[in-house]
């Protein structure tokens, strides 16, 4: 079968080439990096920016400095892959005006072939030896830690990337008791870097007391993608395909473009199992081959269209490990600097975190991805500014539900989830606004401020800082939580999301607030994302905001209005312009039919709604209505009236002196 629809994107963002963010001073630093350098003496710096945005060197800068200036002896950098240890190879950072160059021996850089065991003899050689710079993997951190005690890094900088591998969970990270043995048992400064701080899953990054050590500095990607050269729009976008990928991918291979395409894992509903024959018909859907490379793996394709060689390396044939690396050596060395290099890189694993091809135009990702991190990851390998590159596209192509096939409601929820996550890139992606409370007379707002009536603004340090630094990755909580599959959807009302789910989530992350600070980040979370998710329309002198179905001038806005929105429910408005009626339709029964599940607290909560129905009607709502907002509040009634007599039972039972 082929895909169902033509890629049509459901973000697509134009940005403003300033030039800001690229444009450097008389150090040689970018915006960026002037952020994180003005912090160079907290003992904890956590990054948070983008890909491409220079964090690297963001590093080198900072550790110069604390080595130069601040006592420190040693820094050691650790990377997730060895590949990545690349970007912290020796710079001449004074070519560009800074006071020291960054330089690091070739044996110092243990990201190099070798076998674990003699990496962490080197590893241990260099704390004991003159040397003031290394480079290694996580894992040989990892290794080396076992046989050192935490005094071991006394008058070190310990800077990791790609920091989101870290977790609280101690018992599970090896990674994560590291740091903590280490900031508990030596006088380490640390320097952690991410691109994106949400792990995709439920643990916690660092736990609360931990985190409260570091001092944040954050670079959206907004002021990233804003402040480019060449890169001036980026397109985000989800399309369906029933049957195998391999049979409707043509669709979306964009032969003209550079693309770097990630097959599915092996595990997941959308592989065939045969690794080796998708990269096979995804060959075929370019052309024939004409000859492969022996020193660099690289193959020629002709197309069959217009007679041209397509060059695409295979990074998932993973048997002859040689050749693997050749390839990989020949993308991070030459094509990565010239242009003709590669045009297509077919990825399983890899070309993510840290890749560095500046020529990539379009991320082509078979397959639902549970982590949000992983999206931002390969979004990120084709949003680097270089010459040539005026737009850049993610396409997520997603197998459609299909009722003659089990599993119909993992797919559902996949295919929601795909949709929510793009809603928070397009959030991630648009310019930040200041939100203040709006009060009689006040005066007009100022550029990049919205006044909104009745709305809480922070009142405590602590909630300044989590809406400064933690605002996106709290949205990616949220959407990654299962109920917001069916809030998305509709099924549960804006009240529910906005006064009971909502703040429910805020208190299992944040479980030092106190219910006014909660209130205050709900209110934050919710008037952000409504706004960002809104169409604005200027008329004359006034701009006017589309919600809940109306255009309301931005001037009158309140809180009860933004409240009564569901933030998130885009997600299903996309899904309905982009499947056949039949397919939504099985959406719509999948979402129905599961099953509603109440805690008391979100039942009360629809008990006003429960009683205007009742009014309005003159009924109860009927539980086998097809209205999903009706049968929820007769799912809320029963669960509510069940309740009351499981306590009316019990008070009985009580007053007997009966055990209830």
């Not at 931990?210 to 397109?235: C, I, M, W």
Request: charged share 25%.
């Amino acid at each position: 079968m082929n895909a169902i629809n033509k890629p049509v994107n459901i973000v697509d963002v134009t940005y403003a080439q300033t030039k800001a963010s690229v444009n450097t001073d008389a150090l040689g630093m970018r915006e960026m990096q002037q952020r994180v350098f003005e912090q160079r003496d907290a003992q904890h710096l956590l990054v948070k920016a983008p890909p491409a945005s220079g964090k690297s060197r963001a590093l080198m800068f900072v550790a110069l400095d604390k080595l130069y200036n601040q006592g420190r002896k040693k820094v050691i950098v650790a990377v997730p892959e060895r590949s990545i240890g690349a970007s912290f190879a020796s710079t001449a950072l004074t070519k560009h005006g800074f006071w020291a160059d960054w330089e690091i021996k070739d044996e110092n850089n243990l990201c190099d072939a070798g076998s674990s065991a003699g990496k962490v003899d080197a590893f241990i050689e260099f704390l004991e030896g003159p040397d003031a710079v290394l480079v290694c993997t996580h894992a040989t951190l990892r290794f080396a830690f076992e046989k050192l005690a935490p005094e071991s890094f006394n008058g070190t900088v310990l800077a990791i990337d790609e920091f989101h591998h870290v977790s609280a969970d101690t018992e599970t990270s090896r990674l994560g008791a590291l740091l903590r043995d280490v900031m508990n048992g030596s006088d380490v400064h640390i320097v952690a870097m991410t691109g994106s701080y949400f792990r995709g899953d439920s643990v916690p990054v660092l736990s609360p007391e931990d985190e409260a050590k570091f001092t944040p500095v954050t670079f959206n990607y907004y002021d990233q993608l804003n402040g480019y050269e060449h890169l001036r729009s980026l397109g985000i976008g989800h399309h369906f395909y029933q049957g195998r990928y391999t049979d409707a991918i043509h669709e979306v291979l964009a032969l003209n473009k550079k693309t770097i395409v990630h097959i599915p894992s092996v595990n997941s509903g959308e592989s065939t199992k045969d690794k080796i024959e998708e990269v096979g018909r995804i060959i075929d859907a370019i052309g024939h081959v004409e000859s492969t490379d022996p020193e660099t793996g690289i193959i020629s394709v002709r197309r069959e269209d217009t007679g041209e060689i397509v060059r695409v390396a295979d990074l998932v044939d993973d048997t002859d490990q040689k050749k693997r690396g050749d390839t990989l050596h020949y993308l991070s060395h030459t094509a990565s600097k010239e242009r003709d290099g590669v045009d297509i890189i077919i990825a399983l694993g890899m070309a993510k975190e840290g890749f560095d091809w500046p020529f990539a135009e379009h991320a082509l990702t078979v397959g639902y991805r549970a982590s949000l991190t992983e999206v931002i990851q390969i979004i990120g390998r084709v949003t680097r500014d270089s010459p040539g590159k005026s737009h850049a596209q993610f396409t997520n192509l997603i197998a459609e539900p299909d009722a003659s096939q089990g599993e119909v409601k993992v797919s559902v929820n996949n295919m929601l989830k795909a949709i929510t996550a793009s809603l928070l890139m397009e959030q991630v992606l648009a310019p930040n606004f200041n939100f203040k409370t709006k009060k009689f007379d006040d005066e007009p707002a100022k550029k990049g401020e919205l006044k909104i009536k009745g709305f809480k603004e922070p009142t405590s340090d602590r909630v300044k800082q989590i809406v400064a630094t933690d605002l996106n990755d709290l949205k990616a909580v949220i959407l990654q939580d299962d109920t917001f599959a069916r809030a998305a959807a509709g099924s549960v009302d804006a009240e529910t999301t906005n006064k009971v789910l909502i703040p429910k989530i805020i208190r299992e992350k944040y479980p030092d607030l106190s219910e006014e600070q909660v209130e205050e980040v709900r209110q934050q979370v919710v008037v952000d994302s409504v706004i960002k998710n809104s169409e604005v329309r200027p008329v004359g002198d006034q701009r006017f905001i589309k919600m809940a179905e109306k255009f309301v001038n931005i001037d009158e806005l309140n809180i009860n209005l933004i409240d009564s929105v569901n933030p998130f429910q885009r997600a299903f408005e996309v899904l309905s312009k982009s499947v056949t009626p039949s397919v939504l339709r099985l959406i719509q029964d999948t979402i129905t039919s599961t099953k509603i599940e109440f805690s008391e607290e979100e039942a009360l909560a629809l008990f006003p709604k429960i009683k205007t129905w009742k009014q309005v009607h003159g009924k109860n709502p009927d539980i086998r209505s097809d209205d999903p907002t009706e049968k929820r509040l007769a799912a809320a009634l029963l669960f509510l009236q069940k309740l009351a007599a499981q306590r009316k039972a019990e008070k009985a039972a009580t007053e007997k002196g009966e055990p209830s």
